[in-house]
């Protein structure tokens, strides 16, 4: 791992620091709250356990953020008279939102791990002396390329206690969504964690063709049709066209995509004219989807969009059931469905954006993935930010935010921040990264936004 020391040395102290006040904490009863997605249920299943390794009671929520956190915590804390610490996981940017409900509580601790770039109206000068805040993003490390909230929350627990050294596998899982490249191009604390799990035995690399979404299906062709990262273009999710593909390379398309070397992915590359070498990730003791870090993530983000605890049990699970491989098999179908129709149909094209509308989506998770695909595989190009929108229910949208670090370091300004702004204008709730973020939109605001949309323009200069 690369150490920039200034920041890493100010980012570790704080850690240290607040690692110190939750261990001089006596007596302690902890409420865990984290995001549904991937990262955000490793988080949540390395602070439950970890609290149980230190024999203190953990109550555990999966929170979608489908409310304000005061309203939140006034419910949980309700329900839950003993609870005098919280740590929130994946989720909480909204700084100054939580630190005003812990201010007027201040006989409960927070222990805030979150890996969002705080918005310019929630940042904090002094908190409270109950308020913990590890945000790593803070000291200016990126909270997707080199710190997933996992791989945070990992850190946290491992000083707690070492017997978490032997889940370094569950931040692996909950990286892989959020890096969105090979492993061999993880870095910073990202890439030490992993290395952990694979000196643990918990994970080991494989080098070859690297078809993420795909590397669990039985033959290269299904593998083919399933990648989406990246997304081969040549074959749009066709089977006749990705054999004949694989075919043209001089490869055999029924053979097991794990038998395929790194020499054998220089030739799908020429064919794909698309990158396909590179480590993907295995974890001991699993089978098929749950074998393939990237794989694992996806399926528990999909299933954790609706059913948040049937995704937490996948995490102790060996494999998937057939009903869960299906809901994956459908899930990718409708993906690189999708990806293929937004790089064949005109957008709503301005200066500095693309934009979008899916109509009504059966999924929340599904615009997200839509957009962060076609973003990731730079299917409509670096230069634009790319917005997505569908209808969730009959009185929401939701929208999805893209775009690359070429179009941040030219324009000087993150997905997080353009959200922030519009929020501002429009209402709505929302938030996120430099390159990703979200936001959620009651349908009249979305409409005014929609008829006015050419502001995104102005917000950016």
Not at 74 to 85: C, D, V
Not at 301 to 324: Q, R, T, V, W
Not at 358 to 377: E, K, L, Y
Not at 425 to 440: C, I, K, T, V, Y
Request: aromatic share 8%; glycine share 8%; net charge neutral.
């Amino acid at each position: 791992m690369v150490l920039r020391m200034g920041e890493d040395k100010r980012f570790l102290a704080n850690l240290e620091f607040g690692i110190a006040a939750f261990q001089d904490l006596t007596d302690k009863h902890v409420l865990s709250v984290s995001h549904n997605d991937g990262d955000g249920l490793t988080s949540s299943a390395l602070v439950c356990k970890a609290m149980a390794f230190l024999k203190v009671p953990c109550v555990q929520r999966v929170f979608d953020r489908s409310e304000a956190w005061e309203s939140y915590f006034a419910k949980q804390l309700a329900s839950n008279n003993a609870i005098n610490t919280v740590i929130i996981t994946d989720l909480g940017s909204d700084e100054k939102q939580l630190c005003s409900f812990f201010e007027k509580h201040p006989d409960i601790d927070l222990f805030l791990l979150d890996h969002h770039k705080i918005p310019e109206s929630e940042r904090v000068d002094t908190y409270p002396g109950n308020f913990h805040s590890m945000n790593p993003t803070r000291f200016g490390l990126d909270g997707l390329r080199e710190i997933a909230g996992s791989t945070l929350t990992y850190l946290f627990c491992e000083r707690l206690t070492p017997r978490v050294r032997k889940l370094a596998w569950l931040p692996v899982i909950g990286m892989a969504g959020d890096i969105l490249k090979t492993a061999d191009k993880y870095t910073s604390y990202n890439k030490q964690v992993l290395d952990i799990a694979v000196e643990e035995g918990t994970a080991e690399l494989h080098d070859g063709v690297a078809l993420l979404g795909g590397m669990a299906e039985p033959t290269l062709q299904e593998s083919v049709i399933t990648s989406i990262l990246p997304f081969v273009a040549v074959a749009a999710g066709d089977k006749k066209r990705a054999s004949a593909a694989i075919t043209r390379a001089g490869l055999d398309p029924s053979g097991n995509i794990l038998s395929f070397g790194p020499h054998n992915a220089e030739k799908l590359s020429d064919v794909f004219n698309s990158h396909v070498s590179g480590k993907t990730v295995l974890l001991a003791g699993k089978n098929g989807l749950l074998r393939h870090s990237f794989e694992f993530n996806f399926l528990a983000s999909i299933i954790g969009d609706e059913n948040a605890a049937g995704a937490l049990a996948l995490l102790d699970k060996k494999g998937p059931s057939p009903a869960e491989r299906r809901v994956y098999a459908d899930y990718i179908a409708k993906l690189v469905s999708y990806m293929g129709q937004i790089t064949t149909r005109d957008g709503f094209d301005r200066e500095h954006f693309k934009f979008f509308e899916m109509g009504a989506s059966d999924t929340r998770q599904v615009v997200s993935d839509v957009a962060s695909f076609t973003s990731v595989n730079n299917l409509l190009g670096t230069e634009k930010m790319l917005v997505i929108a569908a209808k969730e229910k009959e009185e929401r949208y939701k929208l999805s935010f893209r775009c690359s670090p070429e179009f941040v370091k030219a324009r000087g300004i993150g997905m997080g921040t353009v959200i922030e702004r519009l929020a501002k204008q429009f209402g709505g709730r929302g938030g996120g990264h430099d390159l990703a973020g979200g936001w959620n939109l009651p349908a009249n605001d979305y409409k005014r936004f929609k008829d006015q949309i050419a502001v995104i323009d102005t917000v950016i200069r």
